[in-house]
Nanobody, 122 residues
Framework: QVQLVESGGGLVQAGGSLRLSCAHS????????MGWFRQGPGKEREFVAA????????YYQDSVKGRFAISRDNAKNTVYLQMNSLKPEDTAVYYC???????????????WGQGTQVTVSS
């Protein structure tokens, strides 16, 4: 049984930082990529960042480049999203996801966590 559990969300002022964690279990070698997505109020769920378990290649949405960093700890089966210089428009529920293919589209990911709320006040 695959489980993805996000943590680390919360309320932060604009300009602040948060680090999200996604602990996973049950994933097989077929789930080679991990991604973070977010869904703001009244918006579609959108891609934020992705990382490959092997090699560590990363990819980011343009709006978070230079502010967010995705990383993984293979020994802990955990993926992180370090978020710096947060803006009110970053407010959203953040989801981690796992899939066989590295990409920005939701359908590429087979497994999803329940999400963690990030609220950035102005």
């Amino acid at each position: 049984q695959v489980q993805l559990v996000e943590s680390g969300g919360g309320l932060v002022q604009a300009g602040g930082s948060l680090r999200l964690s996604c602990a996973h279990s049950g994933l097989t070698f077929g789930s080679r990529a991990m991604g973070w997505f977010r869904q703001g109020p009244g918006k579609e769920r959108e891609f934020v960042a992705a990382i490959m378990w092997s090699g560590g290649s990363t990819y980011y949405q343009d709006s978070v480049k230079g502010r967010f960093a995705i990383s993984r700890d293979n020994a802990k089966n955990t993926v992180y999203l370090q978020m710096n210089s947060l803006k009110p428009e970053d407010t959203a529920v953040y989801y981690c996801a796992a899939g066989p293919t590295f990409g920005t589209k939701r359908y590429l990911y087979d497994y999803w966590g329940q999400g963690t709320q990030v609220t950035v006040s102005s």
